[in-house]
């Protein structure tokens, strides 16, 4: 996004020209200000629901013989 757009990436300045220029407005809490917006509320919103449906997908589900493992160790 810094040599796309200019914008800031993690509070470092981007000194390069950007291939569309974009004027960022509006409050540093939900643009992200300085930081860039990875620092803002709409960012951190979507990383909080993508967590939220890896968490509930059974594409990260735990093996069978994890599983197994998880409820021998329970069970002692």
């Given at each position: ?45 979507v990383i909080i629901l993508c967590a939220i449906w890896l968490w509930r997908t059974k594409w990260f589900a735990p093996s069978e013989k ?11």
């Amino acid at each position: 996004m810094g040599v796309l757009f200019k914008f800031s990436v993690s509070g470092t300045p981007r000194s390069t020209d950007a291939l569309v220029g974009v004027i960022v407005r509006g409050n540093h809490w939900l643009t992200g200000g300085d930081y860039g917006p990875e620092g803002g509320v709409v960012a951190t919103l979507v990383i909080i629901l993508c967590a939220i449906w890896l968490w509930r997908t059974k594409w990260f589900a735990p093996s069978e013989k994890m599983t197994r493992l998880l409820n021998e160790t329970t069970q002692q």
